[in-house]
């Protein structure tokens, strides 16, 4: 509105000059600053000090739908729509996703498991399907590997390990936390690519030794791990695109205060109903 573009520069130029570039008129103005605010005026700029609260607290990461989340969650009376409108016309966007390389090496002779999980990605418990993935960061001194381990059920992160090389040790790792902290049941589902690192003796060997029965992608389809691809460029976007790290030491400190201080316990989720990993699980121990 032009009114609201004087009023937000009338501190630094003429009322008089700035109506005339605008073809409003001065009286025009004045009325329209004077006139008693409406209620809805004063709702949605009460409503703007709270989504942008929420949008920085998701450090910048926050669209519509997980604002809205926050602010219900805090007891406000709002639709999407609404919330959407005003983070439109106030500049208040979510950073977004930037392209990268995947890290699966398929080229060896290694036995490949079948695709037993085939794209069923909504498990009805935890520690009844798991999948993991491998990704990478730059860092000054050269790139920093991560292999993840995620419970389909909450998308929580189970199982992580970083290192400077690309080895079925980063995965074996990775996989060992996930055991060691769930402890599952024999017969639990285990999904990967079928990388090099996936596809290894050592990691095999530790599968059958908790009867984890093993499922891999299909050869050069993404989409049959989606949940984990899905979590790196999550992770990417919020957490290694924002900073430049010059140690992989000060890489690993930043992935895991991501990952298992803000992902896990405080980035909603909406494939849970935008609740957090820990905060579905929660909910699931109580039904």
């Known amino acids: 509105m032009r009114y609201r573009a004087v009023r937000e520069h009338a501190d630094r130029f003429k009322v008089s000059l700035m109506c005339a570039a605008l073809s409003v008129s001065t009286s025009g103005y004045y009325d329209w600053r004077d006139r008693p605010e409406c209620k809805r005026t004063k709702e949605n700029r009460g409503l703007l000090v709270q989504i942008r609260a929420s949008h920085s607290r998701s450090r910048g990461h926050y669209g519509s739908p997980r604002v809205t989340e926050d602010l219900r969650e805090a007891g406000e009376r709002c639709n999407e729509k609404r919330i959407a409108r005003l983070m439109r016309e106030h500049g208040i966007r979510a950073k977004r996703a930037k392209k990268w390389l995947a890290t699966t090496q398929s080229n060896h002779k290694l036995p490949v498991a079948q695709n037993v999980l085939n794209r069923q990605f909504s498990p009805q418990a935890p520690n009844q399907v798991w999948a993991g993935d491998i990704s990478y960061l730059w860092t000054d001194e050269g790139w920093l590997y991560l292999a993840v381990v995620l419970d389909l059920y909450s998308r929580a992160v189970i199982g992580w390990s970083m290192g400077t090389q690309l080895t079925a040790a980063l995965a074996l790792e990775a996989l060992q936390m996930a055991i060691r902290r769930r402890k599952p049941e024999a017969g639990l589902l285990y999904h990967s690519d079928r990388g090099v690192q996936y596809a290894a003796k050592e990691y095999q ?63 909603r989720h909406s494939t849970l109903g935008y609740r957090s990993p820990a905060q579905f699980e929660a909910m699931a121990e109580l039904a």
């Open 205 to 267: 060997r530790l599968l059958n030794e908790h009867d984890i029965v093993c499922s891999m992608s299909r050869k050069g389809n993404c989409w049959d791990n989606a949940c984990v691809e899905s979590f790196f460029s999550t992770l990417k976007v919020e957490c290694v695109y924002q900073q430049r790290y010059h140690t992989r030491d000060e890489a690993r400190r930043g992935v895991f205060e991501w990952m298992e201080l803000y992902y896990n316990h405080q980035r």
